[in-house]
Nanobody
């Protein structure tokens, strides 16, 4: 079992930046692929970014490509999501997820955090 805890969310103006972190306890995160997903009010959860266990492969949703960067620090047992040039439409609860498969599909991840709120004001 691995427990995931997201941090770094908050309120930011459009054009600003935030850095989300996903930390793991109970088991090392370095053996898992990790994804970030988000869910806005009234909308379904959607894929944001994913990184392979080695960090050698990444995927991004078209909506965030060029603005968001996913990275991992296996020595610190964390995965980060650097979010730049934020837009009001990025407002959502952001979740990290871990699993054995490097994928953009939410239901293929085995472990989920509780989420962190990101609010971008216009």
């Amino acid at each position: 079992q691995v427990q995931l805890i997201e941090s770094g969310g908050g309120l930011v103006q459009a054009g600003g930046s935030l850095r989300l972190s996903c930390a793991a306890s109970g088991r090392t995160l370095s053996i898992y692929a990790v994804g970030w997903f988000r869910q806005a009010p009234g909308k379904e959860r959607e894929f944001v970014a994913a990184i392979s266990w080695s960090g050698g492969s990444t995927y991004y949703a078209d909506a965030v490509k060029g603005r968001f960067t996913i990275s991992r620090d296996n020595a610190k047992n964390t995965v980060n999501l650097q979010m730049n040039s934020l837009k009001p439409e990025d407002t959502a609860v952001y979740y990290c997820a871990a699993g054995w498969k490097h994928t953009v599909v939410a239901n293929q991840y085995d472990y989920w955090g509780q989420g962190t709120q990101v609010t971008v004001s216009s």
